[in-house]
């Protein structure tokens, strides 16, 4: 399945706004300039809400196979792939008999194969994260000249999550945490840390936060305030906070985590307990005691994240990408055995193997508004001077389309509305700044307030707006005098 995501998915959807059209123009940011510590969206606008791993992963793949969104969207099918083979290992640890359905369950749930397709942070920090707990759940259980080196792949993993997405790459640490002190008490906490592991962690975690609070000792309140206590304890981000954002969040993450396969056991369930009654099969009281155990680690794995994420007041459903993986491994302790090697088991997977790829392809082509691929179309449609696409894209107000230079190989900015005021010099001087160059710029309004103060700004100034055209809310100028 992540070769057929690759095949069918990555080349077959423009880049989307705003989170594949964010990334992706951070990365060419990085190739223009050079500076691959210091993340900007142009190079006016600084961008360090995450650390850099996913944006260099994305540069150093464009910069190899060109603009290609396949390239884009590459790092992410890797990391689907690391993932796949991750839960397979760690199916041979939890589901010895049958390790194979561990990513065969994975790889054909809706939730993971379609967070592979969208550029974020999320698929790569589930790769890590899962490599985190597997080498510290091996370490578990390993000879004691074994266990060193699976509690550095342990911390290796989660040192990279950090990297990825800081602090919310250790919540399946903590479940793991909880999980070794209710069951070991403090030797079992104590047996997932050593000083060369730590220091393995630290200098993989926290070296890029060293080097640009270095640089810059404000980053150190925005990464505690805005990045950490106002992500949870703030709607500031306005992304589904309250009992209505928990509501659209876990809603979908239930229904489509696993599905169908969750579903699948759920109706097992039923048919079980509404059947004739079972005779119960005797299990060895050690191998009981193991399988409580196991499930109990899944659930600490599990739920931990599920209740931070409950409890935050940002919240988006790829947000819970991660918690796929103890959910699959649930799901596939708890399938009946051999339901998938029957002849209707066979018919079921082909089928929705089907569905599943035929859903994604309908995704994939559908048209939207937030498509930048068609945006960018548009604009090379346009009638425009001498026929070439201009350096510079203005947009007045509204967040601009950051995709956009991905596939015009021209720069995007932002005009505040604050700008439209004399009362904010700095930002009405720039704006007098990017009119002086308006010639090499096309620019983007709405129909608010603030478009038509800026059209009548600029008819005061002298210029002569040229509308050119329209994609959706906006209207599409050029500038003349």
Known sequence: MGFITLLVLQNQRGLWETDEGRYTAVALQMLDSGDYLHPHLDQDTPHFSKPPLTYWAIAASVAVFGRQEWAARLP???????????????????????????????????????????????TILTSWETLGMYGLIMAMDALPGQRRLWRYLGWLGFGLAFFTKGPPGLLPLIGLLIFSLWNGGLRGFRQHFSWGSMLLFLMISLSWFVAVIAGNPDLLHYFFADELVNRVASNKFHRNPGWLGLYRVFLPAIVLGCFPWAWLVVGQRITRLIGKPRRNIAVDAPINDRLQRDNRLLLCWLLVPLVVFAMAQSRLLLY?????????????????????????????????????????????????????????SKIMALPLQDGKIPRQLVFIEYPPSRGLPFYLQTKVLSVPVEALSKNQPRAYARLLHLLKNSSSSLWFTTDSLAGWAFLQMVVDLGYQPSKLGSYYRFSIYQLKR
Do not use: H
Request: net charge positive; no cysteine.
């Open 76 to 122: 992410n099918t890797l990391a689907f792939i690391l993932t796949l083979f991750l839960v397979y290992q760690l199916g041979k640890r939890f589901l010895p008999d049958n390790p194979w359905l561990v990513p065969l369950l994975y790889g054909t749930s809706v939730l993971p194969v379609g967070g592979a397709s969208v550029i974020t942070t999320d």
């Open 320 to 376: 819970l990408l991660p918690s796929s993986v103890p959910a699959t491994l649930l799901v596939a302790r708890s399938l009946r055995p051999g339901t998938l090697q029957t002849k209707a088991g066979k018919i079921l997977l082909g089928l929705w193997l089907m569905v599943l790829v035929a859903g994604l392809l309908v995704v994939a082509n559908r048209v939207s508004e937030r498509d930048d691929r068609l945006f960018a």
